[in-house]
């Protein structure tokens, strides 16, 4: 049985032109926002020409970054990974220890979401672009789950206050759901991902982490998954997820918030 998400997946052939980024995504290069970055940089050509960002292109055109030809998969591929420490979430092939380059996957696929290098756990790795776009935008309010150790008993207050919001980079983390798990540790579930989120949080309040674990995105689970091990995601994974992706915008807040307001002119 094929979930509401592989069909689209398969249906893109049918599509005429579409934006260059969202092809290279596709493709299972990267991420819309890394491919962006890769245009800019000059390493996409299209038919032997230089790619412009914002660029369009049809089925019959050659597209290539850094001289390999590519085109987006036949077949959806959406993996639950266990991030290993040490493990670095990035599509440059000079970090020996990429994604990547440690999963060895015969498709191409990437990351939705990064785990910092000394962070492990669940990590969702796809050819589908349009996935990711949807999960990892933080105004879609998806959550992400984790178990924290950190280097001193965890108080009342500290809990408080992390489910509160903290100030880090110039904003206040948004409101989320924190509880206590043994005497230095807790479970947190955020529906943002600022940059090492949980560890500035931490750090803003006095506490240094220890350690650090995503066992849940959305309704996909960690499990019983060892480090260094990937399943592919059930049939029942990949419906439910489609039904929680359904309502969700693959646009940044402030763009969806600008064609709102725009049809509310209208």
């Known amino acids: 049985m094929t979930s509401q998400i592989e069909k689209q997946f398969q249906d893109r052939s049918k599509r005429d032109a579409v934006r260059l980024n969202k092809y290279v995504?596709?493709?299972?290069?990267?991420?819309?926002?890394?491919?962006?970055?890769?245009?800019?940089?000059g390493r996409v050509t299209v038919d032997g020409k230089r790619a412009d960002t914002g660029m369009k292109i049809t089925p019959d055109q050659e597209v290539k970054v850094d001289g390999r030809t590519i085109s987006p998969e036949e077949e959806m591929v959406v993996l639950a990974v266990y991030k290993p420490?040490?493990?670095?979430?990035?599509?440059d092939r000079r970090e020996p220890d990429n994604i990547i380059r440690f999963l060895h996957?015969?498709?191409?696929?990437?990351y939705a979401g990064r785990l910092d290098k000394d962070s492990e756990g669940l990590l969702l790795m796809t050819n589908n672009g349009d996935i990711i776009n949807k999960m990892?935008?933080?105004?879609?309010?998806?959550?992400?789950?984790?178990?924290?150790?950190v280097d001193k008993p965890v108080t009342d207050e500290f809990?408080?206050?992390?489910?509160?919001?903290?100030?880090?980079?110039?904003?206040?983390?948004?409101?989320?759901?924190?509880k206590k798990e043994g005497k230095t540790g807790f479970r947190i579930i955020l529906t943002q991902g600022l940059n090492r989120q949980i560890r500035r949080m931490c750090e803003a309040?006095?506490?240094?982490?220890?350690h650090l674990k995503r066992v849940r995105i959305m309704e996909i689970r960690l499990g019983d998954l060892?480090?260094?091990?990937?399943?592919?995601?059930?049939?029942?994974?990949?419906g439910r997820?489609?039904?929680?992706?359904?309502?969700?915008?693959?646009?940044?807040?402030?763009?969806?918030?600008?064609n709102e307001n725009r049809r509310q002119k209208s």
């Open 25 to 41: 995504s596709e493709a299972g290069v990267c991420s819309r926002r890394e491919a962006d970055r890769l245009i800019e940089a």
């Open 85 to 91: 420490r040490g493990i670095v979430c990035t599509e």
């Open 105 to 110: 996957y015969p498709t191409r696929i990437t």
């Open 136 to 149: 990892m935008r933080a105004g879609n309010y998806h959550e992400k789950e984790y178990l924290v150790t």
């Open 159 to 178: 809990l408080e206050r992390m489910a509160r919001g903290v100030p880090i980079l110039d904003t206040v983390t948004r409101p989320c759901k924190v």
């Open 205 to 210: 309040l006095g506490y240094k982490v220890i």
């Open 226 to 238: 060892k480090p260094g091990q990937y399943r592919k995601l059930t049939e029942g994974e990949l």
């Open 241 to 258: 997820l489609g039904k929680m992706l359904e309502q969700s915008s693959n646009m940044p807040a402030g763009q969806r918030k600008r």
